[in-house]
T-cell receptor, first 117, second 115 residues
C-alpha cells in the first residue's frame, strides 16, 4: 500500500497485560514517529526513529513504554503492564529525511485505539 | 519549549461561508515550520497546508490558506466556501528544526458545518 499502516486498528486489554502495536511506514521513509492522542486532546509525541541513529525516546511517559524499529522499516510500540490511563489512540507517522528547509510533512497512519479495562 | 495554542474548542459555520481557525505559537527558534492537519471522525490525520517561517508569502492550497503573521506569532487557517465534508477536528502544529523534528500540536478546534 502507499500509506502508513497500523495494526491492530482496535485493541482491548485488561489492566496489567502487555500489548504490542505495529506500524508499517511508507516505503523509503527514513523517519518514523509515534504519537498518542487521548480522548479530545491533541497529539503527544512519544518516540522518534531516524535511520540507524539512536531513537529519541524523550516523549515516552514511563519505562513501561518501549519501541523498536527493525531493519529501518516496521516499528513496534510495546506497553508493559498496561494501566487505564494508557487508553488512547496511538498514531504512527513517517516522513523522508529531515532537512532544515524541507517541506517534509509527516504522513500519519489510521491509528490503533487502545482500551485498557 | 515550543507551544501551540488553539483557543476555539468548537466552531459552527453555515455551509458556503468562510471560516478562520485560530492558532498562535511560541518558540525561540528563528526557523520553524507550521502545519495544519484535519482529523475527521475516522481518526486519520490529513495534512492540509504548510508554512515555513522564512516564507515570504502566505501558503495556499485550494480552499485552504494560511494567514501567517510572524510578528504576532499567529498562523490562522482560513477555509473558503466551506462544505459539509469540512466538519472535523483541525489541529495546528509546529515542527522543531532541531533533533527529532517532532510535531508539537495544539488542542484542536472542532469545526461543524451546518447545511
Amino acid at each position: 500500500g502507499a500509506g502508513v499502516s497500523q495494526s491492530p486498528s482496535n485493541k482491548v486489554t485488561e489492566k496489567g497485560k502487555d500489548v504490542e502495536l505495529r506500524c508499517d511506514p511508507i516505503s523509503g521513509h527514513t523517519a518514523l514517529y509515534w504519537y498518542r492522542q487521548s480522548l479530545g486532546q491533541g497529539l503527544e509525541f512519544l518516540i522518534y526513529f531516524q535511520g540507524n541513529s539512536a531513537p529519541d525516546k524523550s516523549g515516552l511517559p514511563s519505562d513501561r513504554f518501549s519501541a523498536e524499529r527493525t531493519g529501518g522499516s516496521v516499528s513496534t510500540l510495546t506497553i508493559q503492564r498496561t494501566q487505564q490511563e494508557d487508553s488512547a489512540v496511538y498514531l504512527c507517522a513517517s516522513s523522508g529525511s529531515p532537512g532544515l528547509f524541507s517541506y517534509n510533512e509527516q504522513f500519519f497512519g489510521p491509528g490503533t485505539r487502545l482500551t485498557v479495562l | 519549549a515550543q507551544k501551540i495554542t488553539q483557543t476555539q474548542p468548537g466552531m459552527f459555520v453555515q455551509e458556503k461561508e468562510a471560516v478562520t481557525l485560530d492558532c498562535t505559537y511560541d518558540t525561540s527558534d528563528p526557523s520553524y515550520g507550521l502545519f495544519w492537519y484535519k482529523q475527521p471522525s475516522s481518526g486519520e490525520m490529513i495534512f492540509l497546508i504548510y508554512q515555513g517561517s522564512y516564507d515570504q508569502q502566505n501558503a495556499t492550497e485550494g480552499r485552504y490558506s494560511l494567514n501567517f503573521q510572524k510578528a504576532r506569532k499567529s498562523a490562522n487557517l482560513v477555509i473558503s466556501a466551506s462544505q459539509l465534508g469540512d466538519s472535523a477536528m483541525y489541529f495546528c502544529a509546529m515542527r522543531e528544526t532541531q533533533g527529532a523534528q517532532k510535531l508539537v500540536f495544539g488542542q484542536g478546534t472542532r469545526l461543524t458545518i451546518n447545511p
